[in-house]
């Protein structure tokens, strides 16, 4: 009798247990379940890692709007440009991890790390969002130089090794590694001369003290059209729509110089997976409406949605791939 009382309270006792883990499960679950279904309950602040009037920031504006009235929210652009961009991360990873700040980074997130030590992981910390667009790269050169084609700089930079320089926006962004992938291409010795944005880069190349910059089309293109630079070839595999006339670099005869310049969206790691997925949801309606893909074609940008899944699996090829590009171009790391 004493045995089957023991076995009966053993039985009871099993079942409570169950039935508390079902409970912390539950009460864990719950308040994780509510937020999502909460969020957004706030403005949300996308933080833009570069220059006002720089690519990103100017993609991250063109589609602010259109993001506000998917979240139902205001969403407000706030710029934290400087040291690469590694001002803007250290905004994002001091915030609450509750998606209402939001990181807009461009494609130097995947070179950065592999070149300068940094407080970060970009795989660890980072949960990958969406790509918000392309923006092609495209070389160009003021008319004061006398350059009309990628053939003239490159037989300059060759007559005078060492003697040429060229402008990026800092270590390791999408403008730097254009170059050095120019530079390793073509075989020539260019000085690199770093700004802290687009815009500035651009005026010391109108006024010539910069041979030649592989600039954002977005930041570009009012220079172009102005006639105040000369666009040799852009840095995609296909030609952009707005400069239809200028050759791809392997049109022009540089074959592997092309460089992918994304600008996306990132939020820490530490955010509710649940959260994450409504911010892809909310931005990929955003980036199908026809008003951001026109505004972004005016640009020279074209929408690239993805899944945070496919995200992150790019941003892991690309630090690969990257990886290779600056031990063939023999960049040094810090």
Do not use: C, W
């Given at each position: 009798m004493k045995k089957r009382s023991s076995r009966l309270n053993a039985t009871v006792t099993t079942r409570r247990a169950c039935v508390y883990a079902m409970l912390a499960a539950a009460a864990f679950i719950v308040p994780l379940t509510a937020?999502?279904?909460?969020?957004?309950?706030?403005?949300?602040?996308?933080?833009?890692?570069?220059?006002?009037?720089?690519?990103?920031?100017?993609?991250?504006?063109?589609?602010?709007?259109?993001?506000?009235?998917?979240?139902?929210?205001?969403?407000?652009?706030?710029?934290?440009?400087?040291?690469?961009?590694?001002?803007?991360?250290?905004a994002l990873l001091g915030a609450p991890a509750d998606g209402h700040t939001v990181l807009v980074y461009t494609s130097a997130h995947t070179v950065l790390p592999l070149i300068n030590k940094v407080?970060?992981?970009?795989?660890?910390?980072?949960?990958?969002?969406?790509?918000?667009?392309?923006v092609p790269n495209v070389m160009v050169v003021s008319p004061s130089k006398g350059y009309k084609t990628v053939k003239d700089v490159v037989d300059a930079a060759k007559a005078k090794p060492g003697q040429l320089n060229y402008a990026s926006v800092g270590l390791g962004s999408a403008t730097y590694m254009s170059a050095e992938k120019f530079k390793l291409a073509t075989g020539i010795d260019a000085v690199h001369v770093p700004y802290k944005g687009s815009p500035e880069a651009?005026?010391?190349?109108?006024?010539?003290?910069?041979?030649?910059?592989?600039?954002?089309?977005?930041?570009?293109?009012p220079m172009i059209k102005a006639g105040k630079l000369i666009a040799l070839a852009v840095g995609t595999p296909k030609r952009s729509a707005q400069l239809p006339d200028v050759p791809t670099l392997t049109e022009a005869g540089i074959a592997k110089a092309d460089y992918l310049f994304w600008t996306g969206m990132l939020v820490s790691s530490k955010t509710p997976r649940e959260i994450v997925q409504k911010l892809n949801q909310f931005s990929l309606k955003a980036l199908q409406s026809s008003e951001v893909k026109e505004r972004l074609a005016s640009l020279g940008a074209e929408p690239l949605p993805m899944s945070p899944e496919q995200f992150d699996g790019m941003i892991r090829a690309e630090m690969v791939s990257n990886a290779e590009i600056i031990k063939a171009a023999g960049i040094k790391t810090e």
């Open positions: 937020h999502a279904q909460a969020f957004p309950n706030r403005p949300i602040k996308l933080i833009s890692g570069a220059t006002a009037g720089s690519a990103s920031d100017i993609v991250a504006r063109s589609v602010a709007e259109k993001l506000q009235a998917e979240f139902g929210v205001p969403v407000l652009v706030e710029n934290k440009a400087g040291a690469a961009g590694t001002l803007g991360i250290q407080s970060y992981d970009p795989l660890r910390d980072f949960s990958a969002i969406t790509p918000l667009a392309i651009i005026t010391e190349t109108m006024t010539g003290r910069v041979d030649y910059f592989f600039a954002p089309l977005v930041s570009a293109l």
